[in-house]
């Protein structure tokens, strides 16, 4: 380690002002800061201090996602060879999967990178670190089968006008990897729904797929009434079925969401506050059952779709979500409740938390000021009563 940093001292006054490439500074300080602790100390004012940066942070949701992204590599392998008739062994379904998932990190990742180093060579400041998780969070959220090409519109397009236009990482009103997911979702709805999307090479290869298999989502045979397709809970607790990469095994999401509330990084609150909002709802369409979707016990949807996975590493964007205590409860629970009541009543969207959390990024703000609205006359209130009680004991006393 001692003579990379010795190397990047060396090159590093060619980077500064006055240096051949000075317009390439905020390039080479992304690449310096990755590689060491950023050397910079406050000298006035009041800080706090804490060794926990924003680099660090984001690597530690980037953990968080790894369980959740290596089952989905083993499950893509899983269900590509179930849909074939064919029975393959743990490591060769993993490979398998490795092949098909890397080039979509890779291709969210660079085109994602690029766009932020483009931005901050333009604007002359730091390169922000916010995407190192973005990067991560978007090839886990979209079916196996989606076209490169897609996935790095898709990318460019969050990364510019769901975070830059606002002003950067921690400015941005929407979550950006879900920002991506609503472009494709819109742009082309043909590749992000439907049987033959999630299992790889089912559209290219139909004819192989053997009989009886359809690879469809459990939402998409809620959806369509076939409550008896709809795989049991243990098989989506443990995630062997088909949908997004990285959304389907609610086990290995809980393991992430153990790591995030361990280092402290994502909020309980919100969590909570979503699983309740899901149950509550699932609770109201129990108790009227108009229709078979609306039989299914509340707690399975917690297990379907994207639920587990947004409630855990979407709703929790601590820059999208409300930003007060009492807030989070309120951000969290109407989130839980649209998205069961969106993907149950509205058959045009099985999924609803993707809309649900980007309807809810939109009123976090709102929600803050009328909490801290309350607070501030609750406070009022208090200290008039306190003022009116002062007054009245100085009466007596006279």
């Known amino acids: 380690m001692k003579g990379l940093r010795k190397l990047v001292d060396n090159i590093k006054p060619h980077f500064s002002k006055g240096g051949k490439f000075a317009m390439l500074h905020s390039t080479f300080d992304a690449f310096e800061t990755f590689l060491f602790v950023p ?29 959740a992204l290596l089952f989905g590599m083993w499950n893509t392998g899983y269900q590509y060879y179930l849909s074939i008739g064919e029975t393959a062994g743990f490591w060769c379904n993993f490979w398998y999967g490795f092949w098909k998932v890397l080039p979509l990190i890779v291709v969210s990742y660079v085109a994602g990178l690029a766009t932020e180093f483009l931005f901050a060579q333009i604007r002359g400041h730091e390169v922000n670190e916010g995407f190192l998780v973005s990067g991560m969070l978007i090839p886990l959220i979209v079916p196996v089968d989606v076209p490169l090409w897609m996935v790095a519109v898709a990318t460019i397009f969050a990364v510019v006008i769901g975070k830059e236009v606002f002003g950067g990482t921690g400015m941005n009103i929407l979550n950006p990897a879900l920002t991506a997911r609503a472009f494709l979702f819109f742009a082309y709805p043909s590749w992000m729904s439907g049987d033959k999307v999630w299992i ?20 998409a045979d809620a959806a369509a009434g076939h409550i008896g397709s709809v795989p049991c809970w243990c098989e989506m607790f443990v995630g062997t079925i088909p949908g997004s990469i990285g959304e389907t095994s609610t086990l290995a999401i809980l393991i992430g969401a153990a790591i995030l509330l361990y280092t402290g990084i994502a909020s309980w609150r919100v969590m909570f506050s979503v699983v309740a909002g899901g149950l509550v709802m699932g ?6 059952a108009v229709n078979p979707f609306m039989e299914i016990p509340a707690w399975h949807h917690l297990l379907m779709g994207g639920f587990a996975f947004g409630a855990v590493f979407m709703a929790t964007d601590p820059v999208t979500a409300a930003q007060t205590n009492k807030g989070k409860y309120i951000y969290g629970f109407l989130i839980g409740f649209l998205a069961i009541l969106i993907r149950v009543l509205n058959p045009a969207y099985p999924e609803g938390m993707m809309l649900a959390i980007l309807f809810m990024n939109v009123f976090a703000p709102l929600i803050d000021h009328y909490v801290v609205e309350a607070n501030i006359k609750k406070r009022l209130k208090r200290a008039k009563l306190a003022a009116k009680s002062v007054s009245n004991q100085n009466f007596e006393n006279k």
Do not use: C, Q, W
């Open 283 to 288: 609770l109201i369409l129990n108790a009227f």
């Open 200 to 219: 790889h090479d089912m559209i290219e290869n139909g004819s192989n797929v053997v009989d009886g298999f359809s690879g469809a989502t459990p939402l």
């Open 39 to 67: 050397n910079k100390t406050t000298r006035r004012g009041s800080h706090i201090r804490d060794n926990m940066d924003m680099k660090r942070t984001m690597i530690v949701v980037v953990l968080a996602t790894i369980p």
